[in-house]
């Protein structure tokens, strides 16, 4: 089983910054994929970006240019650097994690989510 700890949500104000944090604990494979995924009032949960391990990152349109996803594969932790933050930004903000053996399916896990509101 893995747990997923958040951290770095909050309130910010448009143009400025937050960097939100993600540790994996429990049992981690080495084929992995951790990314962050969003969720604003009234709309779908949507991918913000991902980043397989040993693999390339992957980002929404909306967050291009703004927004980077790092991973310390040491600490099982993955970071999400954002930048010229904007009003349509205000989400809970989820951490995700996807692994499996080689043998095995995958399996997904979800962290509990942390605000980010963006307002003046």
């Known amino acids: 089983q893995v747990q997923l700890v958040e951290s770095g949500g909050g309130l910010v104000q448009p143009g400025g910054s937050l960097r939100l944090s993600c540790t994996a604990s429990?049992?981690?494979?080495?084929?992995?994929?951790m990314g962050w995924y969003r969720q604003a009032p009234g709309k779908k949960r949507e991918l913000v970006a991902t980043?397989?391990?040993?693999?390339?990152?992957n980002y929404a349109d909306s967050v291009k240019g703004r927004f980077t996803i790092s991973r310390d594969n040491a600490k099982n932790t993955v970071y999400l650097q954002m930048n010229s933050l904007k009003p349509e930004d205000t989400a809970v903000y989820y951490c995700?994690?996807?692994?499996?053996?080689?043998?095995?399916?995958?399996?997904?896990?979800w962290g509990q989510g942390t605000q980010v509101t963006v307002s003046s």
């Open positions: 980043l397989p391990r040993g693999g390339s990152t």
């Open positions: 429990g049992t981690i494979f080495s084929i992995n994929t």
């Open positions: 995700n994690h996807r692994q499996r053996t080689g043998l095995s399916p995958w399996y997904e896990y």
